[in-house]
């Protein structure tokens, strides 16, 4: 299931925002070059957008600073459909609510993978949800 650019993301993914699962996401430098990397939360912001926790990955950086556009991959944590997400960054936060809630969750769930002391969000990346495709519907 494809959804058009500026996707709206739908009920049926929400738990799969919710952080039980890490996600992957992928860059591109302009000169080409791929990285790939965990990602501890994809958080929900409304029903356009997504913000990424942005700890430790320079090269990811370095990368979505070149290029803003990024996939990312989610497990549904109830059916363990896969979900791409295609995404454009907008902005960072290091204040504010969203940063915030953002910086709770990620001591949550560092406690609960035996890193506490070991995250540290320096940032609550803001994206802009262009597309949204279900890879394989574990349902059918």
Same mark, same amino acid.
Not at 43 to 51: E, K, L, R, S
Not at 119 to 127: G, H, Q, S, W
């Given at each position: 299931?494809? $959804?058009?650019?500026?996707?709206?993301?739908?009920?049926?993914?929400? +738990?799969?925002?919710?952080?039980? /699962?890490?996600?992957?996401?992928?860059?591109?430098?302009?000169?080409?070059? +791929? @990285?790939?990397?965990?990602?501890?939360?994809?958080?929900?912001?409304?029903?356009?957008?997504?913000?990424?926790?942005?700890?430790?990955? @320079?090269?990811?950086?370095?990368?979505?600073?070149?290029? +803003?556009?990024?996939?990312? /991959?989610?497990?549904?944590?109830? @059916?363990?459909? @896969?979900?791409?997400?295609?995404?454009?960054?907008?902005?960072?936060?290091?204040?504010?609510? #969203?940063?915030?809630?953002?910086?709770?969750? #990620?001591?949550?769930?560092?406690? $609960?993978t035996g890193m506490k002391g070991?995250?540290?969000?320096? !940032? !609550?990346?803001?994206?802009?949800?262009?597309?949204?495709?279900?890879?394989?519907?574990?349902?059918?």
């Amino acid at each position: 299931m494809k $959804m058009a650019v500026r996707a709206q993301i739908p009920e049926m993914l929400m +738990p799969a925002l919710q952080g039980m /699962l890490p996600a992957n996401i992928t860059t591109c430098s302009l000169a080409g070059e +791929p @990285n790939t990397t965990e990602l501890s939360q994809v958080y929900y912001v409304d029903d356009h957008h997504v913000a990424l926790s942005f700890q430790f990955f @320079n090269k990811t950086i370095r990368n979505v600073r070149e290029n +803003p556009y990024v996939s990312v /991959l989610l497990i549904h944590p109830e @059916n363990w459909d @896969n979900w791409r997400l295609d995404l454009r960054y907008i902005r960072s936060e290091t204040s504010a609510p #969203l940063f915030d809630d953002m910086d709770m969750k #990620l001591e949550v769930i560092a406690s $609960m993978t035996g890193m506490k002391g070991i995250f540290k969000l320096r !940032a !609550a990346d803001v994206y802009e949800v262009l597309a949204i495709e279900l890879l394989n519907d574990q349902r059918r």
